[in-house]
């Protein structure tokens, strides 16, 4: 995919990309593709591959979703979706929750590279962060961090009761959501719907969207490597 592709890819989502946000856009794939050489930030680095795989499939959600007041981008990585979508959203307020330090510094170049206003990155992870901003964001994001099961009771204790938690999977998302289903009651988060969407003729995505329909029990979440050993 190339840009004038991602534009009006964009464009037939909702979005329509001014020249300053697609620049941008291009100044992120520069940095991607530098930082790339010196650690491992993504398998996909080419120009094309980055639009479609990376920027492209993190706005898939916005089809279905209103990103408005404050998100939290839980395993953010390399930014997505979080950063794709603060440049799409400039008024949206982003915290970019990420573990890894040397993933935290390249994120900030990033945002100081393309002066993005209200996004801040947080070296935590996210099960600690519950602890400092439980139920903080209106919208939680997270994309194909792990489990779903698993990925619900990190992120559910985050989201604002009548807020949401937008799970960004692959083709196994229905099974995973079968299998989360109590886990969702447990945490306070109603299934709302799952939507698939085709990437390119080869890939398929599903955007798992959760709504928080009442507090999570303060016991949620527990210690990763429990959650690890037993999923709700």
Same mark, same amino acid.
């Given at each position: ?26 100044? /992120?794939?520069? %940095? @991607?593709?530098?930082?790339?050489? $010196?650690?491992?930030? &993504?398998?996909? #680095?080419?120009?094309? !591959? ?5 920027? /492209?499939?993190? %706005? @898939?959600?916005?089809?279905?979703? $209103?990103?408005?007041? &404050?998100?939290? #981008?839980?395993?953010? !990585? ?155």
């Amino acid at each position: 995919m190339k840009e004038t592709e991602f534009k009006e890819k964009a464009l037939a989502l909702g979005l329509e990309l001014n020249e300053t946000q697609l620049k941008q856009y291009r100044d /992120y794939i520069a %940095l @991607l593709k530098l930082w790339n050489q $010196k650690m491992n930030l &993504t398998a996909i #680095d080419d120009e094309k !591959g980055i639009y479609l795989k990376h920027f /492209y499939d993190s %706005l @898939l959600s916005i089809k279905y979703v $209103k990103y408005e007041g &404050t998100l939290a #981008d839980v395993g953010s !990585g390399a930014g997505f979706p979080g950063l794709v979508l603060k440049i799409a959203y400039p008024e949206l307020k982003v915290d970019l929750i990420e573990p890894i330090k040397k993933r935290c510094t390249f994120l900030k170049v990033v945002i100081e590279t393309l002066d993005l206003k209200d996004v801040e990155v947080i070296n935590e992870r996210s099960e600690d962060l519950a602890k400092m901003k439980r139920e903080k964001y209106d919208i939680v994001t997270a994309r194909a961090v792990a489990d779903l099961s698993v990925l619900s009771e990190l992120c559910a204790p985050l989201v604002k009761v009548k807020g949401l938690f937008i799970a960004l999977k692959g083709q196994k998302a229905k099974e995973e959501t079968k299998q989360a289903l109590e886990a969702f009651k447990k945490l306070g988060l109603s299934l709302d719907a799952i939507e698939e969407i085709d990437l390119d003729k080869e890939n398929k995505r599903s955007i798992v969207i959760l709504k928080k329909v009442g507090k999570c029990p303060k016991k949620y979440p527990r210690p990763y490597a429990e959650i690890k050993r037993k999923a709700l």
